[in-house]
T-cell receptor
Framework: EADIYQTPRYLVIGTGKKITLECSQT?????MYWYQQDPGMELHLIHY???????EKGDLSSESTVSRIRTEHFPLTLESARPSHTSQYLC????????????FGPGTRLTVL | KNQVEQSPQSLIILEGKNCTLQ??????????LRWYKQDTGRGPVSLTI?????NTKSNGRYTATLDADTKQSSLHITASQLSDSASYIC?????????????FGRGTQLTVWP
């Protein structure tokens, strides 16, 4: 069982609200990732980080932003939620080597009304 | 274009039966291939990982095969159990970048009935 945590697990919120999805890991991993997954579809990388103060956009364009102030913490923020943001958001982490297995958190199911 | 295709999209089997899931990929240059299991409402969990030189890898009742020449992989599940009901995702990594970019299939949704 991987030591990577996400909160909240479920979030229902109205349009226009600002939200922050939390992700933390206790494995000391340098690399962290955020994925978006819709039902029956593949995971899409939206953000990643190589380490503290490093953040990059992924393959799928996203209006969200991320920060990496501490190694163990990689929060994702939506300044103004919209119904199109409704999805499952998965956080993952891995060691420095690019071939290392990514360990996933349980995910946050976001619904924007 | 780097892609990962999985089949079947969904599969229903009876408890105790065996099944095989397929994965075809076009990712190049190839680094490794992983099979993940994703329970409903949970994050994916790694089952196996294979590099170019490996053609089979087992993890309990799960056996993965890799044919790097034809760019195909399969995941065989033996003596299925109800807890095997999940989505099985094939993930291929390239070695063309320091990120080790991952390409995800859409998964095969397996349902095991008693």
């Amino acid at each position: 069982e991987a030591d990577i945590y996400q909160t909240p697990r479920y979030l229902v919120i109205g349009t226009g609200k600002k939200i922050t999805l939390e992700c933390s890991q206790t494995m000391g991993h340098d690399k962290m990732y955020w994925y978006q997954q819709d039902p029956g579809m593949e995971l899409h990388l939206i953000h990643y980080s190589y380490g503290v103060n490093s953040t990059e956009k992924g393959d799928l364009s996203s209006e969200s932003t991320v920060s990496r102030i501490r190694t163990e913490h990689f929060p994702l923020t939506l300044e103004s939620a919209r119904p199109s943001h409704t999805s499952q958001y998965l956080c993952a982490s891995s060691r420095r080597d690019s071939t290392d297995t990514q360990y996933f958190g349980p995910g946050t199911r976001l619904t924007v009304l | 274009k780097n892609q990962v295709e999985q089949s079947p999209q969904s599969l229903i089997i009876l408890e105790g039966k065996n099944c095989t899931l397929q994965c075809n990929y076009t990712v190049s240059p190839f680094s490794n291939l992983r099979w993940y299991k994703q329970d409903t409402g949970r994050g994916p969990v790694s089952l196996t990982i294979m590099t170019f030189s490996e053609n089979t890898k087992s993890n309990g009742r799960y056996t993965a095969t890799l044919d790097a020449d034809t760019k195909q992989s399969s995941l065989h599940i033996t003596a299925s159990q109800l807890s095997d009901s999940a989505s099985y995702i094939c993930v291929v990594s390239d070695r063309g970048s320091t990120l080790g970019r991952l390409y995800f299939g859409r998964g095969t949704q397996l349902t095991v009935w008693p």
